[in-house]
């Protein structure tokens, strides 16, 4: 009973922290304040019974904390946005957002009630997991053996966005020396 | 019930900044926000009532185990999807670094406006 | 007189990241390597790797950084990762019928050496994870202050 009130509060703080990110102004903060959100979210994995994903979630978060930090601190140091106009009105989005959210109320009454899963397929990989993979950590036997094609096709979707950050961030050699230049010139 | 909810809600915030902001990296964190939501989600659904974690130590009976560990394939699920996450982050910094280094802004409007 | 440029970060970052990064890289292999039987795996170990590299970026400057682990031999690094991941899945497939099949032996649980080609799978993931994630972070951090580096040495002449 605890650790739903605890879930709650940590929701709470989550959903405080991400008003905060969204409407302050100064860059640094936002972003700061979306890490803040990422560490809440590593807590609420803890309590729900999920060290592995605590781990990722932490690590994952300083590193796109650092990344994030890097797009904001920029060579004019830009960091205010500006005042802006809103896309739509605020009164529209309002009735928009609310009937969306009384729509998703009753939507979720129809899932199983919360703490009781459903473990059809669980319930083969934790019975037969020590025998048929024998390693004590069941979320490793899942992800590394019961269903390796995930996790191959994670490995080349990382692989592709990173050299696409990469072909996006490569600059022609053109830009930076000038005996490149000359090169071109003679031919 | 309600957790669901609160995570819905927490959705719906990253949406409105994805949407009605106008600088590029108030975008960007929109879409994380709306990726700690959707990972959260998951995990909710695989949540037992005074359940452990599914790693097993050595002190522990399997059969207890079996009876009382929460399930790990939403966990499985989310630990591609947070990795994947962070591909997708980095690619969408370079892109609004060389946004901000051919426009001088990162403010869309005037992106839109300046096109070409 | 010639006045040496400081690269990097003050003295103090300098001594702290020299304490430091011993203790990240082994709880990153250890985290790795363990990754079968208790909570991390190839992900988180592969990350907090490539976050060691980057702490020494932020710390030291690009060139000490650079003299360790330079872009290229990164970029080698992360395809020879992705590269093992496929071999290890033909092997699978040659050895098993199915591919990504589990092919070593499965040993008792809670051994170092058990769960079959589990440990080299996450070694193979931490080598790409991390080493993809170093490259991107020098390509980010790196290229706008080769521009300005440029600048202020020909200005300087």
Not at chain 1, 71 to 93: C, F, M, P, W, Y
Not at chain 3, 86 to 110: A, D, E
Request: hydrophobic share 55%; with cysteine.
């Amino acid at each position: 009973m605890e650790t739903i009130i605890i879930l709650h509060l940590l929701l709470g703080f989550m959903i405080i922290g991400s008003v905060i990110t969204i409407e302050i102004r100064n860059m640094l903060s936002a972003v700061i304040a979306v890490g803040a959100v990422g560490f809440i979210l590593a807590m609420a994995f803890l309590f729900l019974g999920a060290p592995d994903i605590a781990i990722t979630q932490v690590i994952v978060e300083v590193l796109s904390l650092i990344i994030l930090i890097r797009a904001t601190i920029n060579v004019d140091n830009e960091a205010i946005e500006k005042k802006e106009e809103h896309v739509l009105s605020n009164r529209t989005t309002l009735i928009f957002v609310g009937i969306i959210l009384v729509f998703a109320w009753f939507a979720f009454h129809s899932l199983r009630p919360f703490g009781e899963p459903l473990m059809r397929i669980s319930n083969f990989y934790l019975i037969h997991g020590l025998a048929e993979v024998g390693a004590a950590n069941f979320v490793t036997s899942v992800i590394l053996d019961f269903r390796a094609y995930d996790t191959f096709g994670e490995a080349m979707v990382l692989f592709v966005s990173i050299s696409g950050a990469f072909a996006i961030l490569r600059r022609w050699k053109r830009e930076q020396h000038k005996d490149f230049l000359r090169i071109d010139r003679e031919h | 019930m309600t957790l669901y909810f609160l995570d819905f809600v927490l959705l719906i915030i990253g949406l409105y900044a994805l949407v009605v902001k106008r600088h590029i990296v108030k975008k960007i964190l929109g879409v994380a926000i709306m990726e700690y939501a959707v990972n959260l989600f998951l995990i909710l659904l695989g949540f037992k009532k005074a359940g452990i974690a599914p790693i097993l130590t050595k002190d522990m009976d399997l059969q207890t185990f079996i009876q009382t560990a929460v399930d790990p394939l939403p966990q499985a699920l989310v630990l591609t999807s947070i990795v994947i996450g962070l591909g997708t982050l980095a690619l969408m910094v370079a892109m609004a670094i060389r946004l901000y280094e051919r426009y001088g802004t990162f403010d869309m409007e005037e992106i839109n406006r300046l096109r070409g | 007189m010639k006045k040496r440029k400081q690269s990097g970060m003050t003295f103090i970052v300098k001594t702290i990241t020299n304490l430091i990064i011993g203790f990240m890289m082994v709880f990153g292999a250890y985290v790795v390597l363990y990754g079968h039987i208790t909570p991390g795996g190839g992900f988180p170990g592969g990350v907090m790797i490539a976050l060691a590299y980057i702490l020494i970026t932020l710390a030291y400057g690009r060139k000490v950084v650079e003299s360790m682990v330079s872009g290229v031999a990164g970029s080698i690094c992360d395809d020879v990762g992705a590269l093992a991941i496929l071999i290890l899945g033909v092997v699978g497939l040659l050895l098993g019928g199915t591919f990504l099949f589990n092919f070593l032996p499965k040993g008792t649980p809670f051994d170092l050496f058990s769960a079959g080609h589990i440990i080299l799978y996450n070694l193979a993931i931490t080598v790409k994870v991390g080493m993809s994630l170093y490259i991107v972070f020098l390509a980010l951090a790196i290229l706008q202050r080769v521009v300005t580096e440029d600048e202020t040495q020909e200005v300087g002449k």
